[in-house]
Antibody
């Protein structure tokens, strides 16, 4: 399973660090992802980090502001969020990515957490 | 505006079959596999279908997926009241270098 933490209320322009702790599987063998859902909106992919922590992908709207990272020794995934705006208000989910071979073919998110809520106030 | 297009709503009566469509482009659905997630707001999203038509262990056979060209579909047969929730399609987009989701379809069981 995966369990998110670190959400809360933050002022516009502020920063927040989300964490996701994994258990029950070999964390270092899997890519990990953050997905968010803003109030009344659908799911939106935020960022993915590959197994070794070197390959990272971000949605355009968070590039330069968010940083995804992981600590395989601690079975933990992080999302450092800076320069937060009201558009970042959402529930943030951590998910495990499964797949081998050509990226995008046969890849999917199979284990999800309950989410942690981030509210950016103006 | 989501990269993948889904109808915002769908409905059916118990026992019926309902289909949810997902339309994309060559760079996402046309080049990669499609996954479907079931999400009851306030809970963890659940993987429903992966790699176009594969069901994870524990997902009933009532749920099936298909893909043709740049479109995909989720079919739910023998509709039950517990199926009333939100459904999302997703795929990797080679041009955007990003995962993309559909806007979600809210299924109502009448």
């Amino acid at each position: 399973q995966v369990v998110e933490s670190g959400g809360g209320l933050v002022q516009r322009g502020g920063s927040l660090r989300l964490s996701c702790t994994a258990s029950g599987f070999t964390f270092s063998h899997y890519g990990m992802t953050w997905v968010r859902q803003a109030p009344g909106k659908g799911l939106e992919w935020v960022a993915t980090v590959k197994q070794d922590g070197n390959d990272k992908y971000y949605v355009d709207s968070v590039k330069g502001r968010f940083t995804i990272s992981r600590d395989n020794a601690k079975n933990s995934l992080y999302l450092e969020m800076n320069s937060l705006t009201a558009d970042d208000t959402a529930v943030y989910f951590c998910a495990r990515e499964v797949g081998l071979g050509s990226y995008g073919v046969g890849y999917y998110f199979d284990i999800w957490g309950q989410g942690t809520r981030v509210t950016v106030s103006s | 505006q989501s990269v993948l297009s889904q109808p915002p709503s769908a409905s059916g009566t118990p026992g019926q079959t309902v289909t949810v469509s997902c339309s994309g482009t060559f760079s996402n659905i046309g080049s990669n596999t499609v996954n479907w997630y079931q999400h009851l707001p306030g809970t963890a999203p659940k993987l429903l279908i992966y790699s176009n038509n594969q069901r994870p262990l524990g997902v009933p056979e009532r749920f099936s997926g298909s893909k043709s060209g740049t479109s995909a579909s989720l079919a739910i047969s023998e509709l039950q009241s517990e199926d009333e929730t939100d459904y999302y399609c997703s795929a990797w987009d080679d041009s955007l270098n990003a995962w993309v989701f559909g806007g979600g379809t809210k299924l109502t069981v009448l």
